[in-house]
Structures are given as structure tokens and as C-alpha cells.
């Protein structure tokens, strides 16, 4: 809901501060008084088109701030979050600078956005009928999603929407696979060869570095024998190291008796130390046998590491990943030698979800047709006391081809009008005049407002070119639509003005050097005054007094 307008510097407002209630909210005052200028101002802080006129003579920038309270509206809070935005305290803060340059910048809670974040938000939180070029409910594109709204077709679109995703996926998975197929077929020689080149290799996970090892020691072999021997002699000579701990064990077990325990165990350890080097000199000469100098041996390790690396960089990957290249040839050659058995299986799980899909998305479109027809009803009755009882409203629900089919079904859907007996009906923003569409906008949203959850919602003289009873209809729809939400109505209708849950006179004063806007709160006595002036014009009469009076009265203000 719109809490507070701040405006300083556009065109005629100097500087205008407007608290706001829930409610009907009417604005009246003569004509270029200003109240254009209101809802320009408004239409800046909600990311509309900024001009320079805009920005009152002499000042260096206009700013506007609207703010908004959200205590019973989270339907901003994803995307608030998606841009790291937050409402502080339930309340958010719109806020626009135009400078007279024609640059503009935009504020979201004191943080910079862009313009088309502010719009988005704003086209959130207000709807303005009348006075903006984007009006929601003209635009075709909203009319499918508002109709879904009102047929209370939420679960049934998440269904269509989940079998289009799973379409999708399905044709996705196919054309991959028949393009996997035509390279296979494209490189099936290859394949045949490169299977070949590594089957014959028949690689293992783990070989480059066993094999490199084993290299490198038959290279340095006859350096290590040598070293290896020259070692075991030293070992096996008769005063030997294992000899010599024995021989020092012996003699001190011969008098370890008269030494109270202390050698007990200096001679365990040597005993140990004896039986480590006799193992020692075991694991060596097994070492020593098993190193092999045969050169044709070497041979046949270096010609299988070298082929292993070389068909590793051939097919530019690891040698450890050579068994797994394989592989997958292997599968790659099977999928094109089977005759595509799996591309029929795809193909066949594609029609499915495609299947799957139109039935579902059909079912919506006759579910559609079903709230298509309420509409109509619906807003057909709303027109009788507009005196548009010979206009007919129509939703045009057509099937589009099947390139233009989506996660929200295979129709195309357009809110039309005809506003004269015999003549076709077409869509609202062409075949309605300024006074009927504002009417339609009226009959449409009062339809509408318990599916469309805006929280306001700003009629800029709907009433224009009625009266009477005419009027007092608009006036009732107004007040009734405005128990669901915030209404505001720009109008130069007693009859709609009376209506108002509360009141604001806009009017011009000041000279010709110096003219300025400002907007009052009417009370009870000013507002009577206020709808006489509307009634009897220039002068105000008693009489239009106490029709002013009757009116109030009548709506219980």
C-alpha cells in the first residue's frame, strides 16, 4: 500500500509531502489545477519515463520518493532478495532524481538500481489506469496470466509447466544422441583403428609408473649389482658385522651373571641387531638376483612405456586414462553398430513427453474456455450500470503453432472489446475511446480484484464524459473495490468525489512570475464545499450546498 508521497521540484510543486490510507482516496480540484502533475511526479518514483519538463524552472533536479508498506505483501520478497534488497522495517522506499540535464538516477531503500528494477517494482506495487501510456491490463501479454489467475489454474500450470520441462529434456537427450551417432558414423574408421592400436596395447590403470620405475633400474642395473656385491662381501666376511655382535653377545652372557641384571639388556639388543643384519643381508641378495640385465628385456619395457605415451598423446589425454578411452570407443562403435537401437528408444520417449505434454496443455486450454466464458459474464454485468449495457467484452483464446507452444500451454490469449452493436470485436486499446476504456479498465479490474493482487490502484478520470447515474455506478465499483485494496481516483465527478473513504483538493496560486501546486486535506465542512463548487460550478449555491450535503448523506460520509 502507498504510505507517503514526497515531490520536490516538478513543474508547479515546489516541495509537497501527502500521507496516504487504505481506502478510496479521491483527488479533485479544477482543471489545470495540477493533478496531472500529481500522478507525472508518482509515475517518476515508479520507474516511469522521465522527461526534463518535468523538473519546475529554475531548479537543478526533481525528486520524488514514494514509500510503501509491505505488512501484508511478500509478493516482492524473491525479488528483493534476487537484487540484495530488503524492505526496512515492512517499508519500502522508491525514490527518483531527475536532473534538469535529463539525467536520472534511481534509489531503492537508499541503494542505487537501475531505472528498469524500479519499474518493475513499481508496476508491482501500483496499477495507474488512465494517465500512463503501460497500462497492465492493456497489454496482451498479461492477459493469458490474469485470466489463469481468475480460473484459479495455479496447480494445473505447474503440471503443464513440469511435463514442458520434461519435453524438453526429452528432445534435448535425442538431439544429443543423434549428433553423438553421426560423429560416431562420421569417425567409425577411426574408431575401428584406434580400438585396434589400443586393444592390441591393452592398457592398465597404474602402468606408465610402474613401467618408468622399472626402467630406470634395468637402466642403472650393472651400477647397483655392483654396489649390491661390494656390499654382500662385506657382509660375508668372516669377521662380518652379524659375526662380530654375536661374538660381542657371547662374551658378555659369559659374565653377565655377576652383573646384577645391568648387561641383560645391552646383550638382548645386540642379539636383535645380529638377527636384523642376517635379514638385511637376505632381503639384499634376494634384491641382487632379481635384477635383470637382459638389454632385450629393457628393450621390451622401453618399446611398451614409449607406446603407451605415444598413444597417450595421440589422443591427448593421460596414459593412466588410456583403459577408459577405450571404453568408451568401444561403447561409441557398439552404438553405431547396434543400428541405433537407442536413438529409436529416445526418439520414442520424446514423443512420450511430448504426448504427455499436449494432453495436459489442452486440458488447460478447455479449463480456459470454462473461465473465459465467467469472465465474460462477469464483466458484461459490470458494464450494464457503467451505461455500456450494448458493449460486449470477449476473451480470445486461440491455439498457436506448435513452434510457439511453452511451459504455460499452446494458447494465445487477448481481452477484446466491441463497443457497438454488429461491429467485431478487437483488442481494448484500439476500439475503446478514452471515457469507454477507462470504464472497461473499471468493469475489468472489479471482475478481477480478488485474483490480481495489486495493493493500489490509481484511476485517472475514469468518470470523463459521464454523469449522473453513470457516475454514481463508477463511484459505488470504486468504493466497493476498494475494500480489497488501496484505490485512488483522480475525478471531476461529485458523485465519484462523495465516495472517498477521504479527500484531497488540488489548486493553483501565485502570480504570474511565481505559480505553484499545493494539495489540501479536506475536512468534513471543506469537502461539502468542495463537491458544491463541483456541482454548481463558479459560484457555489445553497442549493448546490445541500445537494453536496445529500450526496455525503447518501454514502454515509
Known sequence: MLQSLSIANVVLIERLELTFEAGLGVLTGETGAGKSIL???????????????????????????????????????????????AADEDLLILRRVLGAD????????????????????????????????????????????????????????GEVSNLWRQWRAAIEAHAQAENEM??????QDFLV??????????????????????????????????AMNKALGELNRSDGPEEGLRTVAHRLEQVADKA?????????????????????QALLEKASSEIDLDPQKLEAVEERLFALRAQARKHNVEVDDLADLLARMQGQLAAVEDGGARLVQLKKAEQDARDAYETAARSLSK???????????????????????????????????????????????????????????????????????SRFMLALKAVLASSDKIPTIIFDEVDAGIGGAVAAAVGERLSTL?????????????????????????????????????????????RKEELARMLAGAEVTEEARAAADSLLQGVGR
Request: charged share 25%; hydrophobic share 40%; net charge negative.
Open 182 to 187: 553421426a560423429a560416431a558414423r562420421r569417425d
Open 367 to 437: 479449463s480456459r474456455t470454462k473461465a473465459a466464458d465467467q469472465i465474460d459474464k462477469a464483466v458484461g454485468q459490470e458494464l450494464a450500470p457503467l451505461k455500456m449495457e450494448k458493449a460486449v467484452f470477449v476473451t480470445c483464446i486461440e491455439e498457436q503453432e506448435e513452434a510457439a507452444w511453452g511451459e504455460h500451454g499452446c494458447d494465445k490469449v487477448i481481452f477484446e472489446v466491441s463497443t457497438n452493436p454488429g461491429s467485431p470485436a478487437g483488442p481494448l486499446n484500439r476500439i475503446a475511446s478514452g471515457g469507454e476504456l
Open 260 to 280: 646384577n641384571g645391568r648387561l641383560d639388556e645391552a646383550i638382548a639388543t645386540l642379539d636383535r641387531a645380529a638377527i636384523e643384519a642376517a635379514e638385511g
Open 102 to 157: 535529463g539525467r536520472s538516477r534511481a534509489f531503492v531503500n537508499d541503494q542505487p538500481v537501475s531505472v528498469t528494477l524500479l519499474k518493475l517494482l513499481g508496476e508491482t506495487l501500483v496499477e495507474v489506469h488512465g494517465q500512463f501510456e503501460s497500462q497492465r491490463l492493456l497489454s496482451p501479454a498479461n492477459h493469458r496470466g490474469l485470466l489463469d489467475s481468475y480460473g484459479g489454474l495455479k496447480g494445473v500450470i
Open 193 to 226: 583403428h584406434a580400438i585396434g592400436e589400443l586393444g592390441d596395447l591393452d592398457p592398465k590403470a597404474g602402468e606408465d609408473q610402474a613401467l618408468a620405475a622399472k626402467r630406470t633400474m634395468m637402466m642403472h642395473g650393472e651400477h647397483l649389482i655392483d
Open 482 to 526: 476498494s475494500e480489497g485494496a488501496q484505490v485512488l481516483v483522480v475525478t471531476h465527478s461529485p458523485q465519484v468525489a462523495s465516495r472517498g473513504a477521504y479527500h484531497w483538493r488540488v489548486s493553483k496560486s501565485g502570480d504570474a512570475g511565481q505559480v505553484r501546486t499545493a494539495i489540501e486535506t479536506l475536512t468534513s465542512d471543506a
Open 39 to 85: 500522478l507525472d511526479a508518482l509515475g517518476l518514483a515508479l520507474g516511469m519515463r522521465a522527461e526534463t519538463r518535468l523538473v519546475r524552472h529554475g531548479a537543478k533536479q526533481a525528486v520524488v520518493s514514494a514509500t510503501f508498506d509491505l505488512k501484508s505483501d511478500n509478493s516482492l520478497d524473491a525479488l528483493l532478495d534476487e537484487h540484495g534488497l
